[in-house]
């Protein structure tokens, strides 16, 4: 199950839009967010285009959550943020996946709800490939 037009199930110029590709958990891909805003932002999308929770086995609904637990933990060792938000929409791209949102109490809208794409904070090739070294280090 997989749609041509969906960043996520297509990956290449589709995804790079606003994504890099971090590596494949159980059931999921780890994504960069190209915003980072929130340092240490990324996705957890599912690897099948579903739409929602209830669209997948509750084995396949563990593993999920087990993928978003462990990226969670990754980003939390590497970029000690003081909470992690986390947000599941999908309204216009109806592919399941969690957004990870790093919160710092010093940062960039702390106490209140984050910007989908604020698209203030960009980085250089080099510093996404640092970043995804970091993830990877303490996945």
């Known amino acids: 199950m ?5 960043g996520y ?3 290449g110029e589709v995804l790079a839009a606003f994504g890099i590709p971090i590596c494949k958990l159980s059931v999921s891909s780890l994504i960069l967010f190209k915003e980072q805003s929130h340092p240490g932002r990324c ?10 929770l209830t669209d997948i086995s509750d084995e396949d ?3 999920f959550f087990a993928d978003v637990a462990r990226a969670s933990k990754a ?3 590497a970029f000690h943020p003081d909470k ?3 947000g599941a929409y999908g309204d216009g ?3 399941l996946h969690f957004h990870l949102v790093p919160k710092y109490k010093d ?5 209140g709800v984050f910007q989908m794409n604020p698209g203030k904070t960009t980085l250089t090739e080099e510093e996404y490939a640092a970043m995804i070294e970091k993830i990877k280090e303490n996945l």
Do not use: L, M, Q, T
Request: proline letters at 3%; glycine letters at 12%; aromatic letters at 12%.
């Open 9 to 11: 199930c297509a990956g």
């Open 61 to 63: 609904r563990n593993a």
């Open 84 to 86: 992690v938000n986390y």
């Open 43 to 52: 996705i957890v999308a599912f690897k099948d285009h579903v739409s929602e």
């Open 93 to 95: 791209g109806c592919h």
């Open 75 to 77: 980003i939390h060792a």
């Open 2 to 6: 997989k749609d041509p037009n969906c």
């Open 107 to 111: 940062g960039f809208e702390w106490g």
